[in-house]
Nanobody
């Protein structure tokens, strides 16, 4: 059974940094586009950014210039480097595996999520 497991969440002060990881098992990581999503309390899950199987990245405007998505296919791991964090970045962060182009119109697998809390 395919598993995606996020880690690296926690509590950080405004302006701080965190790096999230998403480790995949029983999945040929390199075949998938990957995405990071987040869901704040009382809000819908939103896409944060994507990376295609060829390492092309896209970000939502609110995180552009602050967040960086990368992947290490040899380690079956996806990363989200988050800098200059703001309280509004507080959410549960999820990784997902989908179509190779990273459009995320088709999502095959989800992780279970990791909590990120940014204090003001």
């Amino acid at each position: 059974q395919v598993q995606l497991v996020e880690s690296g969440g926690g509590l950080v002060q405004s302006g701080g940094s965190l790096r999230l990881s998403c480790a995949g098992s029983r999945i040929t990581f390199s075949l998938y586009g990957m995405g990071w999503y987040r869901q704040a309390p009382g809000k819908q899950r939103e896409l944060v950014g994507t990376i295609s199987s060829r390492d092309s990245t896209n970000y939502v405007a609110s995180v552009k210039g602050r967040f960086t998505i990368s992947r290490d296919n040899a380690k079956n791991t996806l990363y989200l480097q988050m800098n200059s964090l703001k309280p509004e970045d507080t959410a549960v962060y999820y990784c997902a595996a989908g179509d190779p182009w990273g459009t995320m119109t088709r999502i095959n697998y989800w992780g279970q999520g990791t909590q990120v809390t940014v204090s003001s």
